[in-house]
């Protein structure tokens, strides 16, 4: 099958390489995706999993991405619970293979079906960025109706998501980024906006939830916007400051069958959406993770046209 593989941790995104790979097989409580769709983060080529299995060995080359939709082709030993010939869409292993690729082997745990109206670029879409604002916010958050939600990054891939979810189950959101992307983030449905380039991000203060997707010297200050007993919840590594009279909670997204039929069924009625940049087939996706201009929203493979 045709695949997109890297062999060369320090190249990054660069050593991004077409290639032809050996179609995996689906082990027991797997299923085989023929891939419709892929997601890839290029944060990816940076962490340990991509480059070594679950006993720290090499596994290159490797096949990133790590977010899929598309059709099972066949079941493995055991799988039950999806069929042979259902759309799915999902997150799968970080240690394994991912779904820059005709095929993916995949436990069929981590892949939700994807309802016939929703298409495989959008449901390629959503695994990270949906699952990882579900967990932060309703797991990891404990997010309550009433409550003040400070999400940084709104207009981008994560908060986006967890502005339009916070404001739905009746929090009051304050979204931050940079001065151009105010109104994204109002449209998704903040009611405030901190532009992190001009404005006292700690005249926002006083809040019970923020979420973090930046980190650095943006994490460190967000610590004291927290109001006792409140939290903060960071995707951006471990938090370097803590709130003084708070939780602070830093956390990996994971797979969730559950949680990706709430999100999808969101998509169908229309109370989320997520924003695409830029769609490629697999022949193109070197280049297209390799742009010469910035692109905002998220790159999805097109694997099958
Ligand atoms: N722990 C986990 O499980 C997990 C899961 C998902 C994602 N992540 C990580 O979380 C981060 C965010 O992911 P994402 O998909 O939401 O990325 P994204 O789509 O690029 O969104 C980040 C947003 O924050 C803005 N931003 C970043 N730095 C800023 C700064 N210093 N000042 C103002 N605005 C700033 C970005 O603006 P610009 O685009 O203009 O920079 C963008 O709008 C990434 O590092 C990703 O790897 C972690």
Avoid: C
């Amino acid at each position: 099958m045709k695949a997109i593989v890297v062999t060369d941790e320090a190249a990054g995104t660069a050593g991004m390489m077409l290639a032809k790979r050996p179609q995996p097989e689906a082990a027991g409580n797997d299923v085989l995706v023929e891939v419709h769709a892929s997601g890839f983060t290029p944060g990816e080529l940076t962490w340990p999993s991509t480059w070594t299995d679950r006993l720290g060995r090499d596994r290159t080359p490797s096949i990133p991405g790590h977010e899929l939709a598309g059709v099972v082709s066949a079941l493995g030993y055991g799988t039950t619970g999806l069929s042979v010939g259902q759309r799915v869409f999902g997150l799968t292993d970080w240690t394994r293979d991912g779904t820059l690729a005709e095929y993916a082997a995949v436990e069929a745990r981590n892949l939700a079906p994807l309802p016939g109206d929703v298409d495989f670029t959008v449901g390629a879409s959503l695994p990270i960025s949906g699952l990882t604002a579900w967990q932060g916010l309703f797991e990891h958050g404990r997010v309550q109706a009433g409550q003040s939600v400070l999400v940084h990054g709104a207009a981008g891939g994560v908060g986006s998501i967890v502005t339009q979810l916070a404001r739905e189950a009746g929090a009051y959101v304050i979204g931050t980024g940079r001065a151009a992307d105010r109104q994204t983030a109002l449209d998704f449905g903040a009611q405030e906006f901190v532009d992190l380039e001009n404005d006292a991000l700690e005249d926002a203060g006083g809040v019970d939830l923020v979420f973090d997707v930046i980190g650095g010297d943006i994490g460190r200050r967000s610590a004291g916007l927290v109001r006792a007993g409140g939290t903060l919840v960071t995707i951006a590594g471990p938090p370097e400051a803590r709130p003084a009279d708070g939780r602070a909670v830093d956390f990996v997204v994971e797979a969730d069958r559950a949680q990706l039929k709430e999100i999808v069924q969101r998509v169908r009625d229309g109370r989320l959406r997520t924003v695409i940049g830029n769609v490629a087939t697999l022949e193109d996706a070197v280049a297209a993770f390799n742009p010469t201009e910035r692109v905002k929203g998220k790159t999805i493979i097109r694997v099958r046209p």
